[in-house]
């Protein structure tokens, strides 16, 4: 049988108070999760649901989990990824009445899948995905659970791929809402909190400086845009990588080189993938590249840098640092990988994940979300569906009057104009 968390730790009492506190702090900083929890605690839209997750369980997470408990559901979770759980986090959500966590930090691939396995016995009504791990699962190995689900929430890019791959074939069987898609996550999220983290989190584990350097971006969509444009922020030279020419064009217009992998692969000290695919640097790249060169990953998965290419390119592998883990080439070159090619973000040794402010208004929309399915459960056809627009504003308001920003509204006459086609010059 899969263990909980307190079933894993030696002194669960001790993890869960300071997975108490970094919850605590996390809290204070996050104003749109703080309303939603009055009127959750209030109205109870949760009643009744019982809601199968599988996110990277962290502070932040943990606020939103709470929050889900807050308003009357039953929560089981597990972690996305085998290195972003904090145990102790983990521990202090398995504290919180209605929650029961599976999720810890190092499980191999059986028990990762296992985990998955004990959070579906939750019996649930609602998913909340960030990878799409969860509800693949729940297809292939569970479709008997289909039909008493509302639907579903997928947080990442990763995941509302899969998902939409799914959906194409036929295999999607319940609704899912594309969080990742939405105007309140994806220009926020995508951009600042992945480019703040990943370079941060780069800097902090390999304790070198990035300015001066040539950071080579791998992917121009918003996670690549946000990448490139913290570490142009950050003083270095941005090459980005591409195999869509209007988003090569998009960052060659924004000033930034745009090269073929092989060739960045000669240009770059700092490497950083973006782009949710596998193979994006492999044997032929590392054959170019610097002594000394760096690489990360900032996708969902651990295949975007070919890893068992770059193993039997090496002569030996070693730890050189938390974090760190250096290939050594046979003419003498070293290729640095940080966390192990996961989500550098999250994986690490110091890997915090996006900043608090940003998370709040990610789960802000991830939260009205699973309101809005245990609420109206036969609004939604199987299949993967935008969140509605009313949705997202909703939370952009609450966080524009928690920042203490006001806005203009249209008058009756801009509004009857903005909807008018018969309006000429």
């Not at 609704?175 to 989190?201: C, R, W, Y």
Request: with cysteine; proline share 4%; glycine share 8%.
């Amino acid at each position: 049988m899969t263990r909980t968390i307190a079933e894993r730790l030696d002194d669960p009492e001790a993890a869960q108070a300071e997975g108490r506190r970094k919850m605590d702090w996390a809290e204070a900083h996050m104003p749109i999760l703080a309303e939603l929890r009055e009127s959750f605690a209030a109205e109870q839209p949760l009643d009744g649901e019982r809601i199968a997750m599988a996110m990277h369980v962290e502070a932040k997470t943990a606020v939103l989990v709470e929050l889900l408990a807050i308003g009357g559901a039953e929560v089981a979770i597990t972690g996305c990824n085998p290195l972003s759980t904090q145990d102790d986090v983990s521990a202090a959500l398995h504290a919180v009445d209605g929650v029961t966590s599976y999720a810890a930090h190092g499980v191999d691939t059986e028990e990762y899948y296992d985990a998955i396995e004990a959070v579906v016995d939750v019996d649930p009504t609602i998913t909340v995905d960030d990878g799409a791990d969860m509800v693949t699962h729940i297809h292939d190995e569970h479709p008997e659970l289909i039909p008493q689900l509302k639907g579903g929430c997928e947080e990442t890019t990763t995941g509302v791929h899969r998902l939409r791959s799914m959906a194409d074939d036929g295999a999607l069987d319940y609704p899912m809402f594309a969080v990742n898609d939405t105007p309140m996550k994806t220009l926020f999220d995508n951009v600042h909190g992945t480019g703040e983290s990943a370079m941060a989190n780069i800097a902090m584990t390999t304790n070198l400086a990035v300015a001066g350097k040539t950071v080579v971006v791998a992917g121009y969509g918003y996670c690549g845009r946000g990448v490139a444009k913290k570490a142009s922020g950050m003083n270095a030279d941005v090459v980005v990588t591409e195999v869509d020419p209007r988003r090569a064009l998009e960052a060659h217009m924004e000033g930034h080189e745009v090269l073929p992998m092989n060739e960045a692969a000669a240009e770059g000290d700092i490497f950083v993938t973006t782009t949710g695919n596998r193979d994006v640097i492999t044997r032929e790249d590392f054959e170019q590249m610097a002594d000394g060169v760096v690489l990360a990953n900032a996708g969902h998965f651990d295949v975007e840098i070919n890893l068992a290419e770059l193993d039997d390119l090496a002569e030996t592998r070693r730890e050189v640092r938390d974090g760190v883990e250096e290939y050594a080439l046979p003419d003498g070159r070293r290729v640095n990988v940080l966390a192990e090619g996961r989500l550098v973000n999250l994986a690490g040794p110091l890997s915090m994940g996006h900043p608090v402010e940003v998370m709040d208004q990610s789960f802000g929309v991830q939260a009205v979300c699973v309101r809005e399915l245990a609420a109206n459960p036969d609004a939604y056809d199987a299949g993967v569906h935008e969140v509605p627009d009313r949705l997202d504003r909703e939370v952009a308001e609450v966080k524009l009057d928690a920042e203490d920003i006001d806005i203009d509204t249209l008058s009756d006459e801009q509004r009857e104009y903005m909807d008018s086609w018969d309006h000429g010059t």
